[in-house]
């Protein structure tokens, strides 16, 4: 006899609800270490040789649902721990002895079954009940058996199942192949990207049975109606919720699906793992994508394409997932072959859209006035959700229920150019901001910043003035030239009078006219990025740029000696805010760490590098009036013997790139 078979032959059975025990504790969160955002979280139980087990407690608790309302739920949860709906996600490894402590402190016998597992389960302590041993009201039992085949099951009471699996007593075993996390059987097809591994867990509630059973009164079956449709104990939009949401504090697991395009680098698929511990089927499909599905029950199939599945009460299915650009559409390098809507021709209801406004990959566009975007960076959405309609309402009130999004991010991650650029130790030779947003050869050209001095110069004057101090280093010492001599500026920096070391880097101190160019020998710049989400991570930057010998020609002129040596760095917040990053030489200013190693000496052949920015990214996205900016300078020094000339700096591409939340 199947499952649901099982449950329909209570159907006629009314269920008597005793009265309970006190309902655990709430936290400010469900999880309590820190856990990915999104995908599958594992309770790993203890391990002692090829043991693991797992102490749970089963016990009563409420959840949240959007619409406002909480739901009276019974639920396993990690002993010493509280109240958390579905049950903790049990990790193990095919081949171990997997033990199951079960406390019970419900007011009436509870149990847990283990569908699918080819062993015994053997259970001490407890008394026998119709399915399987049960612990009594304040009891305990402990199940014991092997992991013998790799796969994702369910595991559930065993006791009085119409009504205990409907209050919540469920959850997922996972079982992981011997061949290794990264596959979901003992196959080599069944390979996937363990950072995109996802559990969908879906579920019923029919909050009139949950009501009879906190307050003791009695319910028919007969009159099941389910209101709430749940994926991983959550209905939508709280579905998309990150994992251990401070708001949702005991359900702690979302599914939202988040995928990046394949790449020839990274071939690999997601893994979706569904389960459903309802009592009805549930027709479930991805909107505008196929999955394959590797599995059922615990058990590989014949590998098939599928653009909806119905996953019937008790079963489990795995499914793989790849996503492929096959168009990789770009507004500059493949447009679209038709106009794009113009905005104001576009109506979203409620002002409030999921559409970045750009139908490309990656990209963000105009809105109309007043719309609000729940778009990061140009990232696409895709409905993943039950098909039959009632299901997809809180309440019959939609859109809501057994739903949550298939998120797609650019590849490699979300990306943004700068929006503007600053000069704080340089002049504008050429370009925009705008010459930054692509290596397409348009170049943003910055030459060192200039000055004159007032009066002539005598070949032993180690006290000069300037015109302007404007844009030279304000502290520490560092080299100008004027004519055919370098000096080292060694005081009086950020003033218009200056202590120089006359005649460095192997020239000769010389006499000098009224009104000669001091030319600095450095360059120093930052583009501004914005729109960067509080809670972005993996934040990364690049550059790829070059350096030319002539500070006036229309073309890069060839610099392959003495280089001139180039270090990028990323504006820290947290040091000064923005004051910190004002000047060249702020302290504000974070060196990127290798690799690779910086400086970096860079003549006139392009040179591209990437990379990751140290510590959190929340250091270096700035917040209050400054939220959501990043900066990045490139500073670029010629210091070195012999006799270094002035130069120019062109940058091709500045980029910075993230996981937003």
Known sequence: MTRSTFRRSLAGVALVASALLPMASLHASAQSEAVPPTGMICTAGTVAGTTRTFDLVASAGTIDTPDGNSVFMWSYSPAGGHFQ??????????GQTIVVHLHNNLPEATSILFPGQDGIV?????????????????????????????GTYLYESGTDTAKQIEMGLAGALIVRPTLGDNFAYGDASTQFAPAREYLLLLSDIDSDLHHAVEVGGTYDVNALRNRYFAINGREFPDTIQDNGSALLPNQPYGSLVRLQPNTPADNRPALIRMINVGAVNHPFHPHGNHTRQIAQDGRLVASTEHFGETIGSGQTEDFLLRWDDADNWSPTANPLPVAQPNYRNLFFKDGNTWYSGSPYLGYKGTLPVGTASQN?????????????????????????????????????????????????????????????????????????????????????????????????????????????????????????TWTVARGQLTTAAATHASGATISALATDWYGTFGGVP????????????????????????????NLPLQTVKVCNWTVAGAAGCSTATAAGWTTLPAPPAQPQAVGSTNVSSSWTLPGSASAYIGTGSYAGQVRVLVHTQRFTAPAPATFSTWGDLMKIVYDAP
């Open 85 to 94: 709906s579905p049950g903790p996600v049990l990790c193990a490894t095919q």
């Open 122 to 150: 053997a259970p001490t302590g407890g008394s026998a009940g119709l399915l399987t041993t049960e612990a009594a009201a304040g009891g305990d039992v402990t199940y014991t058996f092997t992991a013998g085949q790799p």
């Open 376 to 496: 990061a960076c140009g990232e696409w959405y895709f409905p993943l959700h039950s098909h039959a309609l009632n299901e997809f309402t809180n309440y019959d009130q939609g859109f809501g229920g057994m739903g949550t999004l298939l998120r797609v991010d650019p590849a490699g991650g979300c990306f943004g150019s700068p929006t503007a650029t600053s000069l704080i130790g340089g002049t504008l030779k050429s370009g925009a901001v705008t010459a930054l947003g692509v290596a397409d050869g348009n170049y943003y050209q910055v030459n060192p910043k200039t000055t004159t001095r007032p009066t002539a110069t005598t070949a032993g004057q180690t006290s000069i003035t300037v015109a302007s101090a404007a844009g030279f280093p304000t502290t520490g010492s560092y080299f100008v030239r004027i004519d055919n001599e370098v000096l080292q500026v060694t005081g009086g920096q950020g003033t218009t």
């Open 534 to 561: 509080a809670g972005s991570s993996n934040l990364k930057a690049i550059y790829e740029g070059s350096n030319c010998a002539s500070t006036t020609a229309t073309t890069c002129a060839s610099l392959t000696t």
